[in-house]
C-alpha cells in the first residue's frame, strides 16, 4: 500500500463544506468510496440508506431501487475491505437497477477537467441466463441516470460511464466498454477489452467540459500517476480519447452513479474516484492484479 493511499483512507467524514475542503497531500481529491465494511462504515447487503466515516465527499446516503445493488467484505484491490455488487437474479435483471449519491459541494476542477478511476470486474453468465440485446452495468459520476439515459432513448446521459454490455465476439461473455453522450441526442460504446469476464480493471478517465465538444480522454490499468496524463499513456495497456457532449455544465457533475438493465452476470466495482488532477488518483495497489488486467488485455487483442 502506497503512502498516498494510506493518507486518503485514514481521512474521515464529510471532506467538503461548501467547497472542497482536504489535506494537502490530497488537495485535488473530490470524492471517493472504497465501500468498506466495518463499524461505522457500510454493512454487507444492500446499499440502500447507507454511508459511513471512510468515503470522502458525499452528502447524504446512497439512495438505490433494489437490494441487489449492494456491498460485500471482498474488495477488488486488496486496500480496502469491501466492493460493490450487483449479484444478477435472472428473473428480474430485465428490469432496471439503479443506486446514486449525491457529491458534497467542491470547487470548479482546474481546466474544467474531471479525473476519475474505477476498478471494475463481471462474472460469468448466471445458469439459466440470457443477456437482453441492451443488457448493461456501468458504475460513473455524472448527472441522474437511469436505463432510458443510459440507451439513449430519453434526454440526455451526462458524464462518464464504465462498464459491462453483452459481447460482439463470445456468446455469453460481456465486453469492457465506456459509455457517453457522442452526439447531441445519442450515447455510444467504445469497447476497451472483448471477452472481458473475471478480470479486474481499472479504468481511468478524464472529462474534459468545452462546451460544446467535450471530450473523454481514457486509460486501462495505467501504473504512472506522478507524471500527469503523459505519464498514464506511456504505462497505459490501452488509452485513447471519445469526442462527445458528456456534460451540459460543469455543475452537472453532481453525483456518482450504478446502473444496471437485463444484465444477467454479476458486476462488482471498487475505488470509485473523482479528482481535479492525475495525482489524486489511487495508485495501483497490486502489480499483481493490474498485471492480469494487462494480460488478458494483450492476448485478446
Not at 84 to 90: D, Y
Not at 136 to 164: E, I
Not at 198 to 211: C, R, S
Not at 258 to 276: C, K, M, N, R, Y
Request: charged share 15%; hydrophobic share 40%.
Amino acid at each position: 500500500m502506497s503512502m498516498k493511499t494510506r493518507a486518503l483512507q485514514g481521512i474521515s467524514g464529510l471532506a467538503m463544506v461548501g467547497a472542497l475542503i482536504c489535506s494537502p497531500a490530497n488537495a485535488g481529491l473530490i470524492a471517493k468510496d472504497s465501500y468498506v465494511i466495518s463499524p461505522n462504515d457500510y454493512s454487507t447487503g444492500g446499499l440502500n440508506g447507507q454511508s459511513g466515516v471512510s468515503e470522502i465527499g458525499f452528502t447524504g446516503t446512497w439512495a438505490v431501487s433494489s437490494a441487489n445493488l449492494g456491498a460485500d467484505t471482498f474488495s477488488l484491490n486488496g486496500d480496502s475491505t469491501g466492493k460493490g455488487k450487483f449479484i444478477a437474479s435472472t428473473a428480474f435483471s430485465d428490469y432496471d437497477r439503479s443506486a446514486e449519491r449525491m457529491l458534497a459541494p467542491y470547487a470548479a476542477p482546474a481546466n474544467n477537467t474531471f479525473y476519475m478511476s474505477h476498478l471494475v470486474n463481471a462474472g460469468g453468465l448466471a445458469a439459466g441466463g440470457d443477456d437482453e440485446s441492451n443488457a448493461h452495468a456501468f458504475v460513473g459520476f455524472g448527472s441522474f441516470t437511469d436505463g432510458a439515459r443510459l440507451r439513449g432513448t430519453a434526454n440526455y446521459l451526462l458524464g462518464a460511464f464504465v462498464g459491462y454490455v453483452p459481447s460482439t465476439t463470445v456468446p455469453g461473455s460481456v465486453d469492457l466498454v465506456i459509455r457517453s453522450r457522442t452526439g447531441v441526442s445519442s450515447v455510444s460504446d467504445v469497447v476497451l477489452v472483448a471477452d472481458a469476464v473475471n478480470v479486474t480493471y481499472q479504468v481511468v478517465m478524464a472529462l474534459e467540459f468545452n462546451n460544446p465538444g467535450d471530450e473523454i480522454r481514457y486509460w486501462v490499468d495505467p501504473s504512472d500517476f506522478d507524471n500527469g496524463e503523459a505519464g498514464l499513456t506511456a504505462s497505459a495497456a490501452i488509452s485513447g480519447s471519445i469526442a462527445g457532449y458528456q456534460l451540459g455544465a460543469v455543475t452537472d457533475m453532481d453525483r456518482l452513479n450504478v446502473e444496471t438493465w437485463g444484465f444477467d452476470h454479476s458486476f462488482f466495482w471498487d475505488e470509485s474516484i473523482l479528482a481535479d488532477d492525475v495525482a489524486s488518483l489511487p495508485e495501483p495497489a497490486s502489480a499483481m492484479l493490474l498485471g492480469l488486467g494487462a494480460a488478458a488485455i494483450f492476448r485478446r487483442r
